[in-house]
T-cell receptor, first 115, second 110 residues
């Protein structure tokens, strides 16, 4: 069974540009989560999508946005990039509904570097 | 606020058992306890979770204190591949995202 896949593996942008990161969940999973892992800050929850809807977002500015497509894949967009957006962006998926005990399966991440 | 407390780092000799502690003194009755680990240069992976009673799976065991204020992840025989950052996470019935703390960095000595 294929795991969660993310693309691209690495992305280099300059300040002010926009970045688009993509995630394909495990087949049968409808929930997709995005996390940011910046150096020194640990893993922080960004966004949760389920059945095409944004269900919850973490403490991030509105320039972090995304969407979930009918096939449950997801896209994370970061507008007006700032240097501190440089981080590993991780996507995870889980079974439908999302609840406290659904195991989340993580992808390998996209390393975003903002110059 | 990760709501759990773990030691920053621990060391273990290869092929010996490892007990990774976690304190969650403010846990509520419906909160689950999850453990994930993150190997170098990889995304986190699920290890085990539990609610009240001890749990076992192919990767590890989870021992939960009777008052649920603490738990211990047990790796029965540490291997070099177990060197990772281990995160203890509690999730409530109404929360769906994982809130990661700093975790415990486990080093395994050959």
């Amino acid at each position: 069974e294929a795991g969660v896949t993310q693309s691209p593996t690495h992305l280099i942008k300059t300040r002010g540009q926009q970045a688009t990161l993509r995630c394909s969940p495990i087949s049968g999973h409808t929930s997709v989560y995005w996390y940011q892992q910046a150096l020194g800050l640990g893993l922080q929850f960004l966004l949760w999508y389920d059945e095409g809807e944004e269900r919850n977002r973490g403490n991030f500015p509105p320039r972090f946005s995304g969407r979930q497509f009918p096939n449950y894949s997801s896209e994370l967009n970061v507008n007006a990039l700032e240097l501190e957006d440089s981080a590993l962006y991780l996507c995870a998926s889980s079974l439908p509904g999302g609840n406290a005990y659904n195991e989340q399966f993580f992808g390998p991440g996209t390393r975003l570097t903002v110059l | 606020d990760a709501k759990t407390t773990q030691p920053n780092s621990m060391e273990s000799n290869e092929e010996e058992p490892v007990h990774l502690p976690c304190n969650h003194s403010t846990i509520s009755g419906t909160d689950y306890i999850h453990w994930y680990r993150q190997l170098p240069s990889q995304g986190p992976e699920y290890v085990i979770h539990g609610l009240t009673s001890n749990v076992n799976n192919r990767m590890a065991s989870l021992a939960i204190a009777e008052d649920r204020k603490s738990s211990t992840l047990i790796l029965h025989r540490a291997t070099l591949r177990d060197a990772a950052v281990y995160y203890c996470i509690r999730t409530g019935a109404g929360s769906y995202q994982l809130t990661f703390g700093k975790g415990t960095k486990l080093s395994v000595i050959p």
